[in-house]
Structures are given as structure tokens and as C-alpha cells.
């Protein structure tokens, strides 16, 4: 079945009516759904075969995401434990995680602007990975993403609880610290994504006709 709704004999007309005019039920229409998914998963696995091979590139960006994610974890169990000793380090690694990961993702936005002149990119797409990138890259980005979320929120949770209120919660810089993750998805997105090519746009002239017209 072509996704514009009609078969390949001819006998369904558009708009995803049954022949004879009668409108799909519910089922009916939930089938031709699931169908259209399927096909769409089937096609973008095949596309990302296809541009990828068996290994997707970009590995060190993952690596380098877990590896950033273990350390975020290893300086908040620290501060837990022993504050006084251990806030310093602690500090230092979300502090840096968030400029670092700022830098980054002002880059990728600039990368992307640069190269969404010829490929449809949204921001689920760039940031979140979603149809941009094999399911095994997308898990494991956004699962470094979650996982340091986690880190930063729970950490911040026990600061809270283990501080008078005329205190400072400094456990609560490391819900800074997951930019870094997500401007990692965005690298891994703007540098490696596949996503659709621009369509020209036949109301608007191309820049060589433009002169040529001027001329």
C-alpha cells in the first residue's frame, strides 16, 4: 500500500476510505497505522543500513558521553558521603560540564543552521536523535542524557534534605552538569543524523536564475 492511501490495483480510493465510499472503523484505521509504522521503521532501518553499514560512526561521542556521565556520578556519591572533602571536586566537575557543554551546544546549533540549507532538521531530530539515528545510538545518548539528569536531581534531592534552610544547597550545581549529554546528542545529530533532503521550492527561484534573470 502507498502511503497517499491508495493500493497498487487501484481499488481504494484516497483518503483512506473503504471501496464502495464506506469510512474505515476504528480497526480498520488503527491497522492502517500500525502498517504505515511499520513500513516507515522498515524504511529507515534499511536507509540507516545503508549510510552506516554495521557499525554507526560517532562512537566517541557516546563513549565520551558515558565516560562524562560515570564522573558526574563518582563526584556526587562523594559529596554525599563526605561533603566537606569531596564539594570541591564535585563543584568543579558540574561547573565544567555545563560551560563545556554550553560551548558545545551553541556549536551544534551553528553546525545545524549551516547545514539545514540542504536537510529538513527539527529539533527532535538534532537533540533527541528521533529517525535521525539508529535505535542503538539513540538509546545510549539519551540514556547518558537520563542518567545524569538522574545524578543532578538526586543529588540536589539529599542536599536539600540535609541542609538547614539559611544554607546553600551546593549539591544542586549538578543539575547543570547534563547539558553536556545533551549537547553530545546534538553533535552526534548535527555531524552524523540522517535527515531528509531540503525539496526546492518551485515559487521561489534559485539563486542562478535569480542572476540570470537579473543579467
Not at 24 to 42: F, H, L, N, V, W
Not at 160 to 171: C, G, K, Q
Not at 175 to 204: E, I, K, M, N, Y
Amino acid at each position: 500500500m502507498a502511503r497517499s492511501g491508495v493500493t497498487d490495483d487501484g481499488d481504494r480510493p484516497r483518503g483512506g476510505a473503504t471501496p464502495g465510499g464506506r469510512p474505515p472503523t476504528a480497526a480498520e484505521a488503527r491497522a492502517e497505522d500500525e502498517a504505515r509504522r511499520d513500513q516507515d521503521r522498515a524504511a529507515r532501518t534499511a536507509a540507516f543500513a545503508a549510510a552506516y553499514g554495521d557499525r554507526p560512526p560517532g562512537r566517541a561521542i557516546v563513549v565520551t558521553s558515558w565516560a562524562s556521565t560515570a564522573v558526574l556520578a563518582l563526584v556526587t556519591v562523594a559529596a554525599v558521603v563526605d561533603r566537606d572533602a569531596s564539594i570541591a571536586a564535585f563543584l568543579a566537575v558540574a561547573v565544567t560540564w555545563f560551560v563545556a557543554g554550553s560551548a558545545l551546544f551553541a556549536a551544534d546549533v551553528v553546525l545545524a543552521a549551516s547545514r539545514s540549507r540542504d536537510d529538513v532538521m527539527g529539533i527532535g531530530g538534532l537533540f533527541f536523535l528521533a529517525g535521525s539515528a539508529p535505535r542503538a545510538v539513540q538509546w545510549h545518548l539519551l540514556g547518558s542524557l537520563a542518567a545524569q539528569v538522574t545524578i543532578g536531581v538526586a543529588g540536589a534531592a539529599v542536599g536539600f534534605a540535609a541542609i538547614d534552610a539559611s544554607e546553600l544547597n551546593t549539591l544542586a550545581f549538578g543539575t547543570l552538569a547534563p547539558v553536556l549529554a545533551l549537547s553530545l546528542c546534538g553533535l552526534w545529530g548535527v555531524r552524523h543524523g540522517l535527515f531528509p533532503a531540503q525539496q526546492p521550492d518551485p515559487a521561489r527561484p534559485t539563486r542562478g536564475a535569480a542572476e540570470a534573470r537579473r543579467g
